[in-house]
């Protein structure tokens, strides 16, 4: 029986860190478990510019506790009138190392997303070109499609004829939640890949909705059925080089997620290691963790794997009810739980 384990320093292909003092209270939690992480530009207002995510990227390396090596990778927010020179520019100058779709009002603060890809063409091109790659929210928002199909018909709309039309344009699809996106990222090309979140291997729509509405394991893109969380604990696990660890990490306070009208968003930070850890142990893949953690994410985006390792111990530990994020109180993921592994 494997008693701990010891892997190459992983990284965070996706999160949220929020702003000011929730910012500076969160990402400590991330700084621990990873060397890097990608930074979602949704705040409010949004990261448009090279100057806006090069100011964002300092405040958060003022939350870095001294002594810590970690880097945030930030990115931008595609609008209907991103401006693709400062875009490509600060990819170049190493500001950028991706950017956003959202497409308009799909999740939180996304209301100056994308109304109709059309829009971006250009900019995607140029994208293209220059070798910047794209992280997708991959749901439509029309009122009359169903809430649990909106990521397969985005799949149909929107992301397989982009991928079609520009086949150079490296695209994550980010936390995806279906059998669907495991069947069109698996047949994609090299350079197709995703994203997958510990709550999506560890929840299905049951969390959300019986014995109660449970507000805390609400997030968008929701979870979904049984079978698409057994098929993403399957891609998660399978040892291709296409899945990475995404933690979409998302914190709001206690009271905006428990009040009628809920937050999107779950925080997972705390524990995103033991979390994924579990499941791979779950599924008799504990040898392919290393690869999903800490490889294929750096091999994607083109960057260098790093150079330190972390070590988790076989060791059950309690997840606290709730975290004060400097006096606001937030509710982790595992909330009550107890895990099975630790974070040296």
């Keep these: 029986m494997t008693e701990s384990l010891t892997i190459r320093r992983p990284d965070d292909w996706h999160l ?50 001294e002594g810590t090596d970690f880097t945030p990778l930030m990115t931008c927010y595609l609008t209907d009138a991103t401006n693709a020179a400062d875009l490509v520019q600060g990819h170049a100058d190493g500001v950028f190392t991706a950017a956003k779709l959202y497409p308009a009002n799909a999740t939180t603060n996304s209301a100056h997303g994308v109304t109709d890809i059309a829009n971006i063409e250009s900019v995607l091109e140029r994208m293209a070109e220059a070798g910047v790659p794209l992280c997708v929210h991959g749901e439509v928002t029309e009122s009359e499609i169903d809430v649990f199909d909106r990521e397969a018909v985005f799949i149909e709309r929107i992301l397989a004829p982009l991928v079609e039309r520009l086949p150079e344009l490296k695209v994550i699809f980010e936390h995806i939640t ?16 995703a994203t997958i979140t510990p709550q999506h291997l560890h929840i299905n729509r049951n969390a959300i909705l019986v014995g109660g509405i449970n507000p805390h394991a609400y997030c968008l893109p929701v979870a979904k059925r049984e079978k698409h969380r057994l098929a993403l604990r399957k891609a998660a696990t399978s040892g291709s080089a296409k ?17 009628s009208c809920g937050c999107a968003g779950i925080f997972n930070a705390p524990y995103a290691l033991e979390s994924y850890l579990t499941v791979f142990e779950e599924e008799g893949a504990i040898d392919r963790f290393e690869a999903f953690a800490s490889e294929n994410g750096p091999r994607f985006y083109g960057l260098a794997l790093n150079e330190t390792q972390v070590t988790l111990e076989k060791r059950e530990i309690t997840v606290e009810d709730e975290i004060d994020a400097l006096g606001t109180p937030v509710v982790p993921f595992h909330a009550g739980e107890t895990l099975r592994w630790v974070l040296r």
Excluded at 178 to 189: K, L, P, S, Y
Excluded at 243 to 255: E, I, K, N, V, W
Aim: aromatic share 8%; charged share 20%.
């Design 16 to 65: 949220h860190f929020r702003d000011d003092e929730m910012m500076r209270a969160v990402v400590p939690y991330t700084a621990r478990q990873f060397a890097r992480a990608i930074v979602m530009p949704n705040l409010s207002p949004p990261v448009t510019t090279a100057a806006a995510a090069a100011a964002y990227r300092d405040r958060i390396l003022a939350a870095v506790p």
């Design 178 to 193: 279906t059998e669907d996106a495991v069947q069109f990222v698996d047949a994609a090309g090299d350079n197709v890949g």
């Design 243 to 259: 899945y990475f660890l995404g933690t979409d990490s998302a914190p709001h306070a206690r009271g905006a997620k428990e009040s």
